[in-house]
């Protein structure tokens, strides 16, 4: 299995501001993904971070809103730029278990935009 | 569109009752379907993955079953606790990889006293 944790839990932000999140996992991996959950709402991937390389985004999410840094194996870094209140969400980094299929997810980052 | 629908969206259970989650996918090509536990404030904790060739996976109280052909799957709760209260996510991936996920919407489960 794989422990994730991510920083902040939970942050209060001011419209305009931008929050960088930072997920550490206790194993290295390849492949580490950032989704995002809306309120009352199932979670939507916003991108996949593979170490040495760009992150790939999905539809409707671009870099300039959500750059993603991946220095290493075991860390990444979501950050929401030029926050409004529809980016209040949860905000979740996941990595893929090792040799298996399951995905782990961290604790998730509870960000309220105001 | 590959889409994964679950039923019901919410569900109030007694404690000690069995309840049954469904749910039906349209996602193709299809590797696997998963099912997560996500209780408030946390992220989803895997309970199930089931292949194309598994049709009954079991956690403890908890049975997921899959019929590829009619493209469902439900998950039993058996001898419900408290602490099963939680939203139940169905997942079914495209591929072993982690990024062709479809995620359903989640059923609330709650178990009363």
């Known amino acids: 299995s794989a422990v994730i944790s991510q920083k902040p839990s939970r942050d209060i932000c001011q419209r305009g501001t931008s929050l960088t999140i930072q997920c550490q996992v206790d194993s290295q991996v390849t492949m580490m993904f950032w989704y995002r959950q809306q309120p009352g709402q199932s979670l939507t991937l916003i991108a996949t971070?593979?170490?040495?390389?760009?992150?790939?985004?999905e539809s409707g999410f671009v870099i300039d809103k959500f750059p993603i840094s991946r220095p290493n194996l075991t860390f990444s870094t979501l950050t929401v730029s030029n926050m409004s209140p529809e980016d209040s969400s949860i905000y979740l980094c996941?990595?893929?278990?090792?040799?298996?299929?399951?995905?782990?997810f961290g604790p998730g980052t509870r960000l309220t935009v105001l | 569109k590959n889409q994964v629908e679950q039923s019901p969206q919410s569900l109030i259970i007694l404690e000690g009752k069995n309840c049954t989650l469904q749910?039906?996918?349209?996602?193709?090509?299809?590797?696997?379907l998963r099912w997560y536990k996500q209780d408030t404030g946390r992220g989803p904790v895997s309970l199930t993955i089931?292949?194309?060739?598994?049709n009954t996976k079991s956690n403890g109280r908890y049975t997921a079953t899959l019929d590829a052909d009619t493209k469902q799957s439900s998950l039993h709760i058996t001898a419900s606790q408290l602490s099963d209260s939680a939203s139940y996510i169905c997942?079914?991936?495209?591929?072993?990889?982690?990024?062709?996920?479809?995620f359903g919407g989640g059923t609330r489960l709650m178990v009363k006293p």
């Open positions: 089931m292949t194309f060739s598994e």
């Open positions: 996941s990595v893929e278990g090792q040799g298996t299929d399951t995905q782990y």
């Open positions: 997942v079914v991936s495209r591929t072993r990889q982690g990024n062709m996920l479809t």
């Open positions: 971070a593979n170490q040495g390389s760009e992150a790939t985004y």
């Open positions: 749910c039906n996918y349209t996602v193709s090509p299809f590797s696997n």
